[in-house]
């Protein structure tokens, strides 16, 4: 079962470039070390910023985040454009009609 997982921030302003890059970084790195199935940031119209990513599965997420230390992964300069972290919420995917590019 693929599971998706949802996370929102709201960033300094004026960060929103570092803020990007980190997440870019971190997301790769995740990617390559762990075998996530990528993810996507966009901006909501209030100015938050959302992430969504895709796993194999809750193990595979778990197990990644318990055997690596992503701190120098980008993860640093989200933190620190970041104003206000509203968590994370993990979804299971009952249907998925995506198409991408």
């Known amino acids: ?6 996370y929102r921030w709201t ?7 570092q803020f990007r890059e980190g997440w ?4 790769r790195a995740i990617h390559d070390r762990c ?10 119209a209030d100015g938050t910023y959302v992430s969504y ?10 197990a990644c985040m318990a055997d690596n230390d992503f701190s120098g992964e980008g993860f640093d300069q989200m933190r620190d454009a970041s104003a206000e972290y509203h968590g994370e919420e993990t979804m299971e995917i009952l249907d998925d009609l995506v198409a991408g590019p």
């Open 53 to 62: 990513a895709l796993w194999p599965d809750d193990a595979t997420r778990k």
């Open 35 to 44: 075998g996530s199935f990528g993810a996507r940031l966009h901006r909501a």
């Open 11 to 17: 960033l300094k302003p004026g960060k929103e470039d």
């Open 1 to 6: 079962m693929t599971l998706a997982v949802l």
């Open 24 to 27: 870019t970084r971190g997301t």
